[in-house]
């Protein structure tokens, strides 16, 4: 079955930085990769996904790569604002149609 | 989108007792799925709940530990049978209309057992 590696497992950026979060994924037949938000105490909530036929999407502040190839895919947060603080999780969905979750980024951003 | 309203939202229950968690959708869902997350982890896949049929269960949950049902496309049920401590966790149902779609989340039962 599918395995979603993620890093870092805890990230500490300024505010106003870059924050970058890596993820790969085992199943070459995976073809969409959602992020999840979540914030403490509260369900998980989408923030941007990517299919298998895009390599880029952009939502405002955030980016979504994907290399098909070397199977992996990353979330890009730019201009990070307090609020961004929360866990990060990336996921794969194959052809089961089952998420399969990575182990979590922990975003502070720091004033 | 979906919305999913789940219950309870939290739970105090004796070791050896059973509880059963409620997840109703707002619409019509292809695919239902069951979730654990522990504190500070991850969502750990518990099964799929599929329709007028037995749940497809991941490595690890068993059906009699996990019953589940779902008798419709909106609504299902997990059963938590026999618990002890190390059943303490956050339970979560979520559910996605169609393939390489949004997948949507209750907003979580967590449970104590003591």
């Known amino acids: 079955g599918e395995n979603v590696e993620q890093h870092p497992s805890t990230l500490s950026v300024q505010e106003g930085d870059s924050a970058v979060i890596k993820c790969t994924y085992s199943d070459s037949a995976s073809n969409y990769f959602p992020w999840y938000k979540q914030e403490l105490g509260k369900r998980p909530q989408l923030i941007i996904d990517i299919r298998s036929n895009v390599g880029e999407k952009k939502d405002q502040r955030i980016a979504v790569t994907l290399n098909k190839t070397a199977k992996h895919f990353s979330l890009h947060i730019t201009e990070t604002q307090p609020e961004d603080s929360a866990v990060y999780f990336c996921?794969?969905?194959?052809?089961?149609?089952?998420?399969?979750f990575g182990k979590g980024t922990r975003l502070h951003i720091l004033p | 989108s979906a919305v999913i309203s789940q219950k309870p939202s939290r739970d105090i229950c004796q070791r050896g007792t059973s509880l059963t968690i409620q997840c109703q959708v707002d619409s019509q869902v292809t695919m239902m799925f069951w979730y654990r997350q522990q504190p500070g982890q991850s969502l750990t896949l518990i099964a799929t709940a599929n329709q007028g049929s037995e749940a497809t269960y991941e490595s690890g949950f068993v059906i009699d530990k996990f019953p589940i049902s779902r008798p419709n496309l909106t609504f299902s049920t997990l059963t938590v049978s026999n618990m002890s401590p190390e059943d303490s966790s956050i339970y979560l149902c979520?559910?996605?209309?169609?393939?390489?779609?949004?997948?949507?989340f209750g907003q979580g039962t967590r449970l104590t057992v003591v």
């Open positions: 979520s559910a996605k209309t169609v393939s390489n779609t949004e997948a949507f």
């Open positions: 996921a794969a969905i194959g052809r089961d149609d089952k998420i399969i």
